[in-house]
């Protein structure tokens, strides 16, 4: 059987990785394509639920992961692990499902290197002010995380042309439909990861 697509999108904080994301997987067939479900130090955001959202782990239930490379990719991102779960990847790809990662350019890069056939996107707004717009309209950050995360995205912003494709998310129903362009294309094409 051939493996399915290893699919990595990135993008900003505000960038809305997760509403395309979302939308997307609600429009595709069942059992074509899935989300990798990460793990994270991190304390769960209102509404978030374990498993569907992050795993949320301890630290110590992280490195305890980390020693025994159960990542597939890990990095600590202001001052919280997050990581890809090998089980979430590997078994589904194995399949020939196409699997989704949504992750930021530190874990794109380490994905690269272990999937040199991943299809790379990265998810931005036109503009940064569209990026601080969002990130204030959540109201989940305090303004210090508000400018780490903007600090963050315009070094993100750096390795957009890394990626294989850039997809601008100025409107919602026009980048769900490139993305699921690009999901399907390479779907059909069978591009297999690894």
Request: glycine share 10%.
């Amino acid at each position: 059987m051939t493996k399915g697509p290893l699919f990595i999108v990135s993008g900003a904080s505000g960038s809305g990785k997760t509403t395309v994301i979302d939308r997307l997987l609600a429009e595709m067939p069942p059992g074509r394509v899935r989300l990798s479900v990460s793990a994270t130090t991190r304390q769960p955001r209102a509404g978030e639920i374990d498993g569907k959202h992050y795993y949320f782990w301890s630290r110590e239930r992280f490195e305890e992961g980390i020693d025994r490379q159960e990542f597939l990719e890990h990095a600590e991102v202001h001052g919280h692990y997050y990581g890809t779960l090998r089980g979430e990847v590997e078994p589904y790809c194995g399949r020939g499902m196409g699997v989704i990662l949504d992750i930021d350019v530190q874990g794109a890069a380490q994905i690269r290197r272990l999937y040199p056939d991943a299809v790379t996107i990265f998810l931005r707004t036109s503009s940064t002010a569209a990026y601080e717009k969002r990130l204030r309209e959540r109201g989940t950050e305090t303004e210090g995380a508000i400018r780490r995360r903007l600090a963050t995205a315009a070094r993100e912003l750096d390795h957009a042309g890394e990626y294989d494709h850039q997809v601008v998310n100025d409107d919602l129903d026009s980048a769900v439909a490139q993305l699921g362009d690009i999901v399907k294309r390479h779907l059909e094409r069978g591009n297999h990861a690894g």
